[in-house]
């Protein structure tokens, strides 16, 4: 045939290449069109993928965040509550009316339990890290294991000291910083901060991240690290969990785990004692011998370590970057931070201390409606998932997703449409005041339904403190990023939403009360 002939002219070492890839590109075509029936079927409406290439609005990632397609995919499809296309071979549908969202993660929670991060049923370890598990009964009693570990009463008293702490460390680096002339860098600020009274609060771990790393801040750097890596097991493409550095959680994250706790937990059982922290709910299990999968030598269960990666992984980290955006908003907000001010010295007033006690930070109001509107314009994940593992009919609609289709929600996107916040990209704390708070429906930042972050409460707590005693203490101004941040300058490697360049902002003191 004369159009083969071209072939016959190639080195004969490129046959194979040429025939894999041919083989590879049928096979797309064939998973693209066997989707497709199923879509228009199920009456989903979808983006008709091109020929063999399916949609290239993923092609920049990389170069740009996962954010950027995803938002573009929904604001070109306005007329739509929801709708499916392709990232490479995967079909995804992004549901786009907060009412859907609803309808999926809570009443249909059942029916779309996992998430995209699902472990293997066979990783004994990995189903027990919150946002993971495959077992709703395992996910149930190991939300209820932690359940203690979020209520914000839980770091009162005493156990506050052990986040006040930080604040002094703090402030001392901002110091030493400030004279040196040098700016500083507001993620470092926050991370170590939040990291530090993670380690004190929930694993009893005395740590200080400006004089000295620590293993446990070791593990959590690396699981945030933007790479290639930590972007490809965002979206989890199915096979990735066959390579080790592609699984949320890696072996060796779950080694440093287990090392970690073990010896926090045989140096907590010599001096004794309860500190009503995660060391003390792992040392009951212990007591109980609750998990026959025991490995004798190390003497921590599975379960144990999962627990432990469900603190560190899934949320210790969230509130450092969410304060991170807080401070670049800020710093381009004086007014905002004389607001903070006022509220700060008003609050120490009625409590009659100088000190940001429990008490204080509790009632920091204001400083909590900074959190939540930052965390509405700077949402920690490009997405939230799930994977559907029944049939589900969604009400209202005539569609129906198919059991084992992944399904994606884009809080990045649902918080900037103006239909459902006024002005919807301006920096506006007041839309989450306790007068306008109750009116707000679609706000995704911590998630909806069962599986909704357990975390919050403590969160904004922690939150209040970090960026409570800055402001009280420091005029922030901008060095860097002098106009507010999209998703153009979010890193173009990470599931994570983090800003792609440091933040460097100023620190002026001023005076402070004193009683
Ligand atoms: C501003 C900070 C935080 C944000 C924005 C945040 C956000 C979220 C979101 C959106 C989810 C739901 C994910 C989904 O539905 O797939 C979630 C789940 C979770 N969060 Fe947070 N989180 C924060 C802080 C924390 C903290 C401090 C902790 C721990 C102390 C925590 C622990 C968790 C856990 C364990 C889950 C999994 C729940 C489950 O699957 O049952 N989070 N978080």
Known sequence: MDFLEPLSSLPALLYVPLLVGSLCLVFNYLVYSRRVAEWRRSKIPFLEPSFLIGHKYFWSVGSNSAVVPIDRIYRENKDKDLVAFFIATMPVVLVRSPALIKQILAKNFDKAFETWWAASPHDEIAQHVLGQSTDKGVWKSDRNTLSPMFATGRVSGEHFAKITNQITNMWTHAEEARLQGKPINTQQVTMNFIQDGFSNSFFGMDANSYEKETELRKLVQGSVKPGWSRLLRGFNFQG???????KFVTPKDMVSMKSLLQKQMSQRSRAGGNENDLIDILLDIKEQGRDKTKDSEMD?????????????????????????????????????????????????????????????????????????????????????????TEDITLAGTDCTLKKGQRVIFSPYSVHRDSQYFEDPDKFDPDRFSSKNMDSIDAFLAFGKGPRKCPGKNVALLMGSALIGSLVHKYEVRPRSHTKQMDAYDFHPRSFAIIHKDDILVDFKPREVLTC
């Open 240 to 246: 990735f969990q066959a390579f080790d550095s592609l």
């Open 300 to 388: 921590i269960t599975n379960e144990m370590v999962g627990l432990g990666l469900s603190i560190l992984f899934v949320g210790g980290i969230s509130i450092g970057f969410v304060a991170s955006f807080t401070l670049h908003l800020l710093s381009l907000h004086p007014e905002y931070q004389e607001r903070i001010r006022e509220e700060v010295e008003e609050v120490m007033k009625k409590h009659n201390t100088t000190e940001f006690t429990y008490e204080v930070v509790r009632d920091l109001h204001f400083i909590d409606q900074c959190l939540r509107e930052t965390a509405r314009l700077y949402p920690n994940n490009t997405a939230l998932t799930r994977v559907c």
